[in-house]
């Protein structure tokens, strides 16, 4: 099946931009095609701080919306501050704008699959079908207990209204956008292709994505709204301060819990033990569908809440396995520059710098 989310044109420009609206701020990551791989040209974030007073001010919500004016400014003021050299986009959709059901057919020829797809597809979407842009992929093979070969496959359907969306966006910021893809993927394409049984656990301010990674590829997926933000407002509220410096408090001094901090740790674990939770849930269901997956070797964790202090090792000990923090520009070339700054950048950018790998491979 063609991808129906691309429209990129094989004309392998020098750069692409991949950039990543998130629910409170924009990432953009410039890559080209290096001397060895993958290289990042230039980047640049910006964060609408507006959302930590009032919820209505994140850049898009779980209700399948994404502020067209907002997000069109932020771009157009992060793409001039970054001087982009390129205008051409591969940009990402977030988990909850995108339907995800993990079908299963035995096996089949290609042909007879993608007419069964569609059959399929109007039982488990909740729109008509022409409202809808439609994928798949095969993730998995399996035999039976009778003996009889089967396969899942990952059925991924997006309403048109929100492709016209983002084209819409793009075309009012002077961008053209190429290619829209689900953050998950990009996210499988930057921490997969080893055979470790990994676990993404990508910790946004408003929404947690969780994707597990088998054989270095994509398995499956998962969605949480227990985020960072969840952290920040619980301090906010215990401590009755400002949202903002509530935010700047759990930067500063994350959950590591000793001497003065301790009073911080005990606010904020609760609800990082939520997002710990979503996960445990979520390995349960991957585990139940996929009965010969193996057990999680490692758990990845990016997005800005991995930049929280402690959070490797309360994730390490609470799920017994070990847990690294995203190290994406391990996989690009990069200016020397900004060296100092790629610990704190790394689970930031991890998804636009997936979405521009995607091009310059």
Same mark, same amino acid.
């Given at each position: ?100 059901? &993990? &079908? ?24 008509? &079908? ?51 893809? %689900? ?6 394409? %930057? ?51 400002? =949202? ?25 674990? =609760? ?19 996929? &009965? ?54 790394? =689970? ?14």
């Amino acid at each position: 099946m063609n991808n129906p989310f691309s429209f990129l044109q094989k004309n392998f420009n020098a750069s692409y931009l991949g950039i990543d609206i998130g629910t409170t701020s924009i990432k953009v990551v410039e890559v080209k095609r290096g001397a060895k791989g993958p290289s990042v040209v230039n980047y640049g974030l910006l964060e609408s701080s507006g959302y930590l007073a009032r919820a209505n001010q994140a850049l898009q919500t779980s209700g399948l919306k994404i502020f067209e004016a907002s997000a069109v400014e932020l771009l157009k003021a992060l793409i001039k501050e970054t001087g982009a050299t390129t205008t051409d986009v591969v940009a990402s959709l977030p988990p909850f704008e995108v339907f995800v059901t &993990l &079908l299963d057919f035995p096996a089949m020829k290609p042909s007879e699959i993608q007419q069964a797809i569609i059959y399929q597809a109007r039982q488990y979407v909740p729109l008509p &079908l022409e409202q809808v842009a439609l994928d798949w992929m095969k993730v998995a093979d399996y035999t039976d207990d009778k003996g009889f070969a089967h396969q899942k496959i990952l059925l991924v359907s997006v309403p048109q209204e929100e492709i016209k969306k983002y084209q819409r966006i793009f075309q009012k910021a002077g961008l053209t956008l190429r290619a829209l893809e %689900l953050e998950s993927l990009s996210l499988a394409r %930057l921490f997969g292709g080893d055979p470790i049984s990994s676990i993404i656990v990508d910790i946004g301010s408003r929404s947690t994505n969780i994707v597990f990674l088998e054989k270095g590829i994509m398995a499956w997926g998962a969605q949480s709204d227990f985020a960072a933000a969840s952290l920040t407002q619980a301090l906010a509220t215990s401590l009755g301060i400002n =949202p903002l410096r509530a935010e700047e408090l759990k930067k500063e001094r994350g959950i590591l819990g000793t001497g003065p901090n301790y009073e911080l740790a005990s606010i904020m674990i =609760p609800f990082l033990d939520a997002i710990v939770n979503e996960v445990k849930k979520a390995q349960f269901s991957y585990q139940q569908q996929f &009965l010969a997956a193996s057990k999680a070797e490692r758990i990845i964790l990016s997005g800005g809440g991995a930049n929280l202090l402690g959070i490797e090792n309360y994730f390490e000990k609470e799920m017994g396995v070990p847990v690294v923090k995203a190290a994406p520009f391990a996989k690009f070339e990069y200016p020397q520059d900004i060296v100092p700054f790629v610990p704190e950048l790394s =689970p930031l950018l991890s998804v636009a710098m997936g979405l521009g790998m995607k091009e310059a491979m």
